[in-house]
């Protein structure tokens, strides 16, 4: 599919993250990927989809302070390098 997405043209991909679970994966996925295939640059979002906040706070130990720690030092990771585009 990226290999595709390359040959038509796509410079730059996005991946969505809706939990912190996920944003983690994205920052890492994003950077080994732009490792894999520099012809595209990847980036992606941090952050809890609404559709999800049940979810992630129903976690055994789960706490709003937590995960907002969690969140702003995946953020914060993944800016240093431009990684992390967008916050939500």
């Known amino acids: 599919v990226i290999d595709r997405a390359a040959a ?3 410079t730059k991909i996005i991946l969505t993250a809706g ?3 996920e ?3 994205a920052v890492k996925m994003a950077r080994k990927w732009n490792e894999l295939y520099p012809q595209i640059h990847f ?3 941090v952050g809890v989809h609404p559709t999800r906040c049940q979810k992630v706070f129903d976690a055994p130990g789960a706490s ?3 995960l907002l720690d ?3 030092a995946i953020a914060r ?6 990684t992390v585009v967008a916050i939500g």
């Open 8 to 10: 038509v043209g796509v």
């Open 19 to 21: 939990t912190v679970k």
């Open 23 to 25: 944003s983690r994966n």
């Open 43 to 45: 980036c992606c979002t």
């Open 64 to 66: 709003a302070d937590k």
């Open 70 to 72: 969690d969140l702003l």
């Open 77 to 82: 990771d993944g800016m240093s390098d431009k």
